[in-house]
Antibody, heavy 121, light 111 residues
Framework: QVQLQESGPGLVKPSETLSLTCAVS?????????WGWIRQPPGKGLEWIGS???????FYNPPLKSRISISVDTSKNEFSLKLSSVTAADTAMYYC??????????????WGRGTLVTVSS | QSVLTQPPSVSGAPGQRVTISCTGS?????????VHWYQQLPGTAPKLLIS???NRPSGVPDRFSGSKSGTSASLAITGLQAEDEADYYC???????????FGEGTKLTVL
């Protein structure tokens, strides 16, 4: 079955860049689907960060757009998130997910287990 | 504060029926965008519960059902079980924010 697994540093210093990778198994990213990132600050709700198609086209949440970059490496069957100039407000559990897209009616049908990123000096 | 409003908490006894509302506006649910629901058990990742307003993915018990009307949507859970205790989130698309948005979540307590 299709599985997603996030990886990356659990601790990032303020003003630095957060970098995470999502490895996909059981399905080739290049076959299709959109893929995305969602985060959840401790004790709070979910926030969509951004998504990308396997061809490389991207969609970012406007408040985060200036700091985000999402890319795909089809040879490794993984996609990545970079979030620059982080602050304590970026401390969260970060999830990668597969997107089921029908026009603008997107939903997230498969999720990784998540990885906790703490921003602290 | 999310553009999709959910009650912070709901509760019910085992076997009872509970509903969780998700209230939006003309820039999201009211514009015809679908509502999707997720269940997040304690310490785990969210799981898709209902897609496209009322569709249950394979493996989701038929005790869970979704509906949508106007600018709101609802998730109903019948025959409440202890294992249903979790946080529930609605999700849709908002044209004003130009983003896929989630409600703030509702904590379900099984008494």
């Amino acid at each position: 079955q299709v599985q997603l697994q996030e990886s990356g540093p659990g601790l990032v210093k303020p003003s630095e860049t957060l970098s995470l990778t999502c490895a996909v198994s059981g399905y080739s990213i290049s076959r299709g689907y959109y893929w995305g990132w969602i985060r959840q600050p401790p004790g709070k709700g979910l926030e969509w960060i951004g998504s990308m198609y396997h061809s490389g086209s991207t969609f970012y949440n406007p408040p985060l757009k200036s700091r985000i970059s999402i890319s795909v490496d089809t040879s490794k069957n993984e996609f990545s998130l970079k979030l620059s100039s982080v602050t304590a407000a970026d401390t969260a559990m970060y999830y990668c997910a597969r997107v089921e897209a029908v026009a603008d009616n997107w939903h997230f049908d498969l999720w990784g287990r998540g990885t906790l990123v703490t921003v602290s000096s | 504060q999310s553009v999709l409003t959910q009650p912070p908490s709901v509760s019910g006894a085992p076997g009872q029926r509970v509903t969780i509302s998700c209230t939006g506006s003309s820039s999201n649910i009211g514009s015809g965008y679908d509502v999707h629901w997720y269940q997040q058990l304690p310490g785990t990742a969210p799981k898709l519960l209902i897609s496209g307003n009322s569709n249950r993915p394979s493996g989701v018990p038929d005790r869970f059902s979704g509906s949508k009307s106007g600018t709101s949507a609802s998730l109903a859970i019948t025959g409440l079980q202890a294992e249903d205790e979790a946080d529930y989130y609605c999700q849709s698309f908002d044209t004003s924010q130009r983003a896929w948005v989630f409600g703030e979540g509702t904590k379900l307590t099984v008494l």
